[in-house]
């Protein structure tokens, strides 16, 4: 929980204000060659007015924010329910108002009912309608955005995201799919006077809804017997991670029910995996009812779901491409899979299964036995970062063997509870260690104020013992570029580097790329955004683009900056830090002060106010050829803990100072902060 908040600090620190959050998409998809209307929720939605679709090939048509409802009075209900009524009826026309609407509320919908497409009706009824819990409301989604899109009759299937953008700011991502079979839609909310009847869908076809509380969905196939379809849902997948709610997840259940309600099949998860697959045989011809809830009857906006009802068998799912890989094979037998290799004497040897992170329900257990069937070393789950939307990616196990004596050995993989058959897959990789490491960076977008700094949290997973200095650089970055450190320290496996930005406004979200190199490695760091499970994990949802903006200037580094080259800190013993003051820049009236941000535990500061600078305390000499300001200084010394480690610090500025007064003569004490670039510093020898 510490480190999402660091990020959750740093990011509203470096952009002064709060990007756009969505928190869900219905539906979450639409077909090649059809347009299709999105209800978008989240918070922070006020200045929305674009969106962006990854991959090519969709169109943003229009983008409106939904202005908040209001609670309306009896009377007030009354009469809208009278004009929604009639336009379910065929009669748009607006009834006549009561001789009294005091106390009334003002809204745009009010006045334009007849004119409200499906989507605003069904916002608009939800609200007059239902009735609200304000113990279960989340802020979080809350709000609406209504998008509309044009999918290309060529535009790629597949998984894509969409993204808000609100004044230059972009929003964090959710998945978006475009498919090949038809759409269909739940009903949306019923108006005045009508009655929901449950949609009828021919297979193949996709299925899109969403779960509120204590609701059942209902879609209606005919089949015949002996044909067998399987439905594949996409609940969790759309919205891993949900930070207020536990078990921080929608649990999706589906159930097949025949005319007379007898249930005849069932499915509330695949292995591991939350999202069930269901495989339907028909008993006989007719007519059949798909249900879906949630498996503790919940519900809530972003319990949405998208489910594949496809003909034929499941059968066994691709598994995930990955560029390192080794011998592939299926776990057949309780007792597992052997494999034999040759190693010499004292060569280490990495033997590492793939298997949970590529999709497989394989809960492997790795043993090496020599040839008389001694077992030589074992290893079931290994610690991992918690990247992606897989929780329990420990379950592949690694093993660092160092032979004996040459000869053969056996690698022996089977599942540790037992589990075997066709969806048991796995990769073994054996061999010599290829050090190597993974990035990720935090946010996936990233707002940078001209003539300030941005923040990048940077987590990294390094692998095969790979433990040295990893460099970065920015790409395709116009004229942004990393200031202070540019590299991730030996060891390290969170830190932060410090982006720059002095061009002019930028018109559009600009797509750059971070690429990491050490130890003969190079990789393209993956961006990245944290989301809290249940109230207290965090874990990395991976994004396919990282977006860098500038829109808006903060002075902060014409004020304030270091003095000399910040290269590198190395505190074998104090050092003083001293940071330069622009006083052209700088109010006379101002308080100004340097201070560390989130520092590790070794790291420490020396008492003293030599980091402070007082209202009138700050001189300068004037000259015709530079000013000489008085500076800001910090002094640092690591304890003992620290030796041998390193950090990529960030510091800030705060300065307090006196506004012009109003036009009531009221002087206001202003704040502002910037945080300087990063600087590497190393606890000594």
Same mark, same amino acid.
């Given at each position: 929980?510490?480190?999402?908040?660091?990020?959750?600090?740093?990011?509203?620190?470096?952009?002064?204000?709060?990007?756009?959050?969505?928190?869900?998409?219905?539906?979450?998809?639409?077909?090649?060659?059809?347009?299709?209307?999105?209800?978008?929720?989240?918070?922070?939605?006020?200045?929305?007015?674009?969106?962006?679709?990854?991959?090519?090939?969709?169109?943003?048509?229009?983008?409106?924010?939904?202005?908040?409802?209001?609670?309306?009075?009896?009377?007030?209900?009354?009469?809208?329910?009278?004009?929604?009524?009639?336009?379910?009826?065929?009669?748009?026309?607006?009834?006549?108002?009561?001789?009294?609407?005091?106390?009334?509320?003002?809204?745009?919908?009010?006045?334009?009912?007849?004119? *409200?497409?499906?989507?605003?009706?069904?916002?608009?009824?939800?609200?007059?309608?239902?009735?609200?819990?304000?113990?279960?409301?989340?802020?979080?989604?809350?709000?609406?955005?209504?998008?509309?899109?044009?999918?290309?009759?060529?535009?790629?299937?597949?998984?894509?995201?969409?993204?808000?953008?609100?004044?230059?700011?972009?929003?964090?991502?959710?998945? @978006?799919?475009?498919?090949?079979?038809?759409?269909?839609?739940?009903?949306?909310?019923?108006?005045?006077?009508?009655?929901?009847?449950?949609?009828?869908?021919?297979?193949?076809?996709?299925?899109?809804?969403?779960?509120?509380?204590?609701?059942?969905?209902? @879609?209606?196939?005919?089949?015949?017997?002996?044909?067998?379809?399987?439905?594949?849902?996409?609940?969790?997948?759309?919205?891993?991670?949900?930070?207020?709610?536990?078990?921080?997840?929608?649990?999706?259940?589906?159930?097949?029910? /025949?005319?007379?309600?007898?249930?005849?099949?069932?499915?509330?998860?695949?292995?591991?995996?939350?999202?069930?697959?269901?495989? @339907?045989?028909?008993?006989?011809?007719?007519?059949?009812?798909?249900?879906?809830? /949630?498996?503790?009857?919940?519900?809530?906006?972003? @319990?949405?779901?998208?489910?594949?009802?496809?003909?034929?068998?499941?059968?066994?799912?691709?598994?995930?491409?990955?560029?390192?890989?080794?011998?592939?094979?299926?776990?057949?037998?309780?007792?597992?899979?052997?494999?034999?290799?040759?190693?010499?004497?004292?060569?280490?040897?990495?033997?590492?299964?793939?298997?949970?992170?590529?999709?497989?329900? *394989?809960?492997?257990?790795?043993?090496?036995?020599?040839?008389?069937?001694?077992?030589?070393?074992?290893?079931?789950?290994?610690?991992?970062?918690?990247?992606?939307?897989?929780?329990?990616?420990?379950?592949?196990?690694?093993?660092?063997?160092?032979?004996?004596?040459?000869?053969?050995?056996?690698?022996?993989?089977?599942?540790?509870?037992?589990?075997?058959?066709?969806?048991?897959?796995?990769?073994?990789?054996?061999?010599?260690?290829?050090?190597?490491?993974?990035?990720?960076? *935090?946010?996936?977008?990233?707002?940078?104020?001209?003539?300030?700094?941005?923040?990048?949290?940077?987590?990294?997973?390094?692998?095969?013992?790979?433990?040295?200095?990893?460099?970065?650089?920015?790409?395709?970055?116009?004229?942004?570029?990393?200031?202070?450190? /540019?590299?991730?320290?030996?060891?390290?496996?969170?830190?932060?580097?410090?982006?720059?930005?002095?061009?002019?406004?930028?018109?559009?979200?600009?797509?750059?790329?971070?690429?990491?190199?050490?130890?003969?490695?190079?990789?393209?760091?993956?961006?990245?955004?944290?989301?809290?499970?249940?109230?207290?994990?965090?874990?990395?949802?991976?994004?396919?683009?990282?977006?860098?903006?500038?829109?808006?200037?903060?002075?902060? *580094?014409?004020?304030?900056?270091?003095?000399?080259?910040?290269?590198?800190?190395?505190?074998?013993?104090?050092?003083?830090?001293?940071?330069?003051?622009?006083?052209?820049?700088?109010?006379?009236?101002?308080?100004?002060?340097?201070?560390?941000?989130?520092?590790?535990?070794?790291?420490?500061?020396?008492?003293?106010?030599?980091?402070?600078?007082?209202?009138?305390?700050?001189?300068?000499?004037?000259?015709?050829?530079?000013?000489?300001?008085?500076?800001?200084?910090?002094?640092?010394?690591?304890?003992?803990?620290?030796?041998?480690?390193?950090?990529?610090?960030?510091?800030?500025?705060?300065?307090?100072?006196?506004?012009?007064?109003?036009?009531?003569?009221?002087?206001?004490?202003?704040?502002?902060?910037?945080?300087?670039?990063?600087?590497?510093?190393?606890?000594?020898?």
């Amino acid at each position: 929980m510490k480190h999402f908040f660091r990020t959750a600090l740093l990011f509203l620190l470096c952009s002064g204000a709060s990007a756009a959050h969505i928190g869900f998409l219905m539906p979450s998809g639409g077909r090649q060659g059809t347009s299709v209307e999105i209800i978008v929720g989240g918070q922070a939605f006020w200045s929305v007015n674009g969106a962006i679709v990854s991959g090519g090939g969709v169109t943003v048509d229009s983008v409106k924010v939904v202005p908040g409802i209001p609670n309306v009075s009896g009377s007030q209900q009354r009469y809208l329910t009278r004009w929604l009524t009639g336009i379910a009826k065929g009669n748009p026309a607006k009834p006549e108002l009561p001789e009294t609407t005091e106390g009334w509320r003002m809204h745009a919908w009010f006045e334009r009912l007849n004119e *409200l497409d499906d989507c605003e009706k069904d916002i608009l009824c939800r609200s007059l309608y239902v009735r609200q819990n304000s113990l279960q409301a989340s802020p979080a989604i809350n709000s609406r955005v209504l998008v509309k899109l044009t999918i290309a009759q060529d535009a790629a299937p597949g998984e894509r995201e969409l993204r808000l953008i609100g004044r230059g700011r972009v929003s964090n991502p959710l998945k @978006f799919f475009v498919g090949k079979n038809p759409e269909v839609r739940e009903p949306f909310y019923p108006m005045p006077s009508t009655k929901t009847v449950p949609p009828e869908f021919t297979v193949p076809a996709v299925l899109n809804g969403q779960i509120m509380p204590g609701e059942q969905d209902k @879609f209606i196939f005919t089949a015949k017997k002996g044909e067998v379809i399987t439905f594949s849902a996409l609940a969790r997948h759309l919205m891993p991670f949900i930070g207020d709610g536990v078990p921080g997840h929608f649990q999706m259940v589906l159930e097949i029910v /025949d005319d007379k309600g007898k249930s005849l099949a069932y499915a509330d998860d695949r292995y591991f995996d939350p999202d069930p697959e269901l495989e @339907f045989k028909v008993p006989a011809d007719g007519k059949y009812t798909l249900l879906v809830r /949630d498996a503790l009857y919940r519900g809530r906006a972003d @319990f949405v779901y998208r489910i594949s009802a496809l003909p034929g068998k499941a059968g066994v799912r691709p598994l995930a491409p990955l560029k390192l890989f080794g011998i592939a094979g299926t776990v057949n037998t309780p007792a597992g899979e052997n494999h034999t290799f040759k190693a010499k004497k004292g060569v280490p040897v990495m033997l590492e299964v793939y298997a949970r992170r590529l999709g497989s329900p *394989l809960d492997g257990l790795l043993k090496v036995t020599d040839s008389k069937g001694k077992v030589l070393a074992v290893n079931d789950d290994v610690p991992r970062l918690k990247a992606g939307t897989i929780l329990h990616l420990a379950a592949d196990p690694v093993i660092r063997f160092t032979p004996p004596e040459d000869g053969e050995y056996t690698a022996n993989i089977s599942d540790i509870s037992g589990g075997y058959g066709k969806d048991y897959r796995y990769r073994l990789r054996i061999g010599k260690p290829v050090p190597h490491f993974a990035v990720y960076a *935090l946010p996936s977008a990233v707002e940078v104020g001209r003539y300030s700094t941005g923040v990048v949290t940077l987590a990294v997973e390094r692998y095969d013992g790979f433990d040295g200095e990893i460099k970065l650089r920015l790409q395709n970055a116009g004229g942004f570029r990393i200031v202070g450190t /540019d590299t991730i320290p030996p060891g390290c496996d969170r830190t932060a580097i410090t982006l720059y930005y002095s061009g002019k406004d930028l018109k559009k979200p600009l797509q750059a790329a971070l690429e990491a190199s050490g130890g003969g490695f190079t990789t393209k760091v993956i961006p990245g955004d944290e989301m809290m499970q249940a109230f207290a994990y965090t874990h990395i949802a991976p994004a396919q683009t990282l977006f860098l903006t500038a829109l808006w200037k903060n002075p902060g *580094l014409s004020k304030f900056n270091w003095q000399g080259k910040p290269g590198t800190v190395k505190l074998d013993k104090d050092v003083t830090l001293t940071v330069n003051i622009n006083t052209r820049n700088h109010p006379k009236d101002a308080r100004a002060e340097l201070m560390l941000i989130d520092p590790p535990s070794w790291l420490k500061v020396r008492p003293g106010k030599a980091h402070i600078a007082e209202p009138g305390k700050v001189k300068s000499v004037t000259g015709k050829a530079k000013m000489v300001p008085h500076p800001l200084k910090i002094t640092l010394y690591a304890e003992k803990e620290g030796k041998g480690k390193a950090v990529n610090q960030l510091f800030k500025v705060r300065w307090q100072y006196n506004s012009k007064p109003d036009k009531n003569g009221k002087i206001r004490r202003i704040t502002q902060e910037v945080i300087l670039p990063a600087r590497r510093i190393e606890g000594g020898k």
